[in-house]
């Protein structure tokens, strides 16, 4: 059996493991990263893709006078925009629409959303103000009759899969260790009963042991069962909710303004949002298990179909295509019968007696800030501080938004001399640098005109890409490739199982097993 030793062992790559590898990596920690699927496999590429503070979270706080709520709402927005700094090719700001049928609703959102503004302090990205009835029906044209207008607000919106696979990547560039397909089978404890380590089997059946100062649990909905790898009889803590989003062929969102529905039947909160030329609807809120938080139902399918016929009366068809679910790890609370649709998405890091460390709760936007207080606790089980952080871009941007920002618009002239001249060109550009910032040059440079050419109109992803993809991002299956390091599959499923063949012979030809799409993978 192989022996590592490391610093920090980091069991879970979705967004708050690969963060807390990122912010390890930058202190100067050896650091080894664990993750028994994809990076980023779970619910990770699976949210509404929005960096957001939390307009229902406001709201919520002043109903109810909890603190907590506004608290996550202020730190959330701080965050939203430290992620579009840092990665403007990934993240980029969206207009949002919430309607309104009356003076009063209006008057009542457009303070609210006054506050979201103030909240947001000198780190704003946009200022709220009211749409007239025609303002409304001129972004949204089809949208239902009867409204008096609205208010318009601000929000990030983001690739959430390849902002978790860059978190990943670039500290794997700072030295970590990654493996994939990994599973942690064993916490292994000193005679003390002081956990110094683990055990790690891949799909082969091969065996590592990982010796490490400090362990985190970052498994998202599964930390309960790495809990229990180190006490069997601890109580679950955490509480699974699936969101399902649906992605229609029907463009609602023509003039790349979102539409949030702020109060459903069951108060809940639905956006609509401009999706690769379609459009992506969710999410519902429902209580299940792990087995099924990856798999859609026909019944929230018809949920979300329901409201979008409801608000886009004139809509002739809705056409889906592509559907997925991700479960959302909630910490449960104190309250009996609360329901899930109102649990604050607040993280917590907790340490239990024999030091394992467990991230456990919170949400995307508010990732980094779950991997500091991941970093306080390693401090607390190392028994000494870390190092100060050192300056680590992520991978494909650079020192701050200005000099990324500059670059990337030199490089757009550099890739029109390396990409085939089509109509797909200008597409092209923009995709490649929507998915890699400033290293898109470097994939298209040493690749032929043969590897460059786009196989798709809604996603134009090149061969070269898939080649990548397999030899330098872990990709090891399709769905890999075209649901997460490109966004096909999640967005027409039906065009993605065309490139099937395509992906599979590349997979084949490096040794990999091919396979059949599949999106609760």
């Known amino acids: 059996m192989n022996n590592n030793h490391v610093d920090l062992l980091i069991i879970g790559a979705g967004a708050s493991g690969a963060c807390v590898g990122y912010e390890a990596s930058k202190r100067g920690l050896k650091v080894a990263l664990l993750e028994a699927g994809d990076i980023g496999g779970g619910t990770s590429s699976r949210s509404t893709k929005l960096l957001h503070g939390g ?47 009356d003076c009063f609703s209006k008057s009542y959102y457009r303070i609210g959303l006054g506050l979201y503004d103030i909240l947001s302090g000198r780190k704003n990205i946009g200022t709220s103000r009211l749409l007239s009835k025609s303002e409304i ?73 990982w010796e490490a100062g400090a362990v985190v649990n970052a498994t998202g909905i599964n930390v309960d069962a790495v809990r229990q790898l180190a006490d069997p009889n601890i109580a679950p803590r955490i509480l699974v909710s699936r969101g ?70 004139r809509l002739k068809k809705t056409t ?106 200008a597409k092209q550009i923009v995709h490649l640098q929507s998915q890699y910032g400033l290293e898109a040059l470097s994939i298209v440079a040493n690749s032929s005109p043969e590897e460059l050419n786009p196989l798709s109109h809604i996603v134009p992803i090149c061969q070269a890409e898939i080649k990548h993809a397999i030899h330098h991002e872990f990709a090891c299956t399709p769905t890999d490739i075209l649901a997460r390091r490109c966004r096909l599959a999640m967005v027409d499923l039906a065009e993605a199982q065309r490139l099937l063949p395509v992906v599979n012979s590349h997979l084949k030809a490096e040794g990999l097993n091919a396979d059949a799409l599949d999106l609760e993978q």
């Open 55 to 101: 307009v229902r979270y406001l709201e919520l706080a002043f109903k109810t006078f909890d603190l907590a709520q506004l608290k996550l709402v202020r730190e959330a927005l701080l965050e939203r925009a430290y992620w579009l700094e840092q990665t403007p090719f990934l993240a980029n700001r969206i207009e949002l629409a919430l309607p309104t049928e």
């Open 137 to 209: 029906e001129q972004a949204l044209p089809l949208i239902r009759d009867g409204l008096d207008g609205g208010v318009v607000y601000s929000d990030g919106q983001f690739n959430d899969s390849r902002l978790n696979l860059l978190l990943a990547l670039t500290a794997k560039k700072a030295g970590a260790v990654i493996r994939t397909r990994c599973k942690v089978i064993k916490l292994e404890s000193q005679a003390d009963g002081k956990l110094c380590g683990a055990i790690s089997q891949d799909l082969h059946g091969e065996q590592e042991r």
């Open 244 to 313: 399902v989003h649906l992605v229609l062929k029907e463009n609602l969102c023509p003039n790349e303004t979102g539409l949030i529905l702020p109060a459903t039947d069951d108060g809940r909160v639905l956006f609509l949002l401009p999706f690769f030329g379609y459009t992506q609807v969710g999410t519902t809120d429902t209580p299940c298990n792990i087995k099924t938080a990856q798999k859609t139902s026909d019944e929230e399918q018809e949920y979300l179909i329901k409201y979008i016929k409801r608000w886009f009366p």
């Open 320 to 425: 889906i295509g592509s559907a997925w679910a991700g479960g959302r790890p909630l910490l449960k609370s104190t309250q009996e019968g609360i329901s899930s649709s109102r649990v604050v998405r607040e993280h917590e890091v907790e340490i239990m007696p024999c030091g394992l460390i467990s991230a456990m709760g919170g949400k995307w936007t508010t990732c980094r800030q779950i991997a500091l207080d991941t970093l306080k606790a390693v401090e607390a089980v190392l028994g000494k501080p870390l190092p100060p952080p050192r300056h680590l871009p992520i991978i494909g941007s650079r020192e701050n938004l200005k000099a990324t920002t500059t670059l990337i618009v030199e490089q757009k002239k550099q890739l029109k001399q390396y990409l085939p001249k089509s109509e797909l060109q």
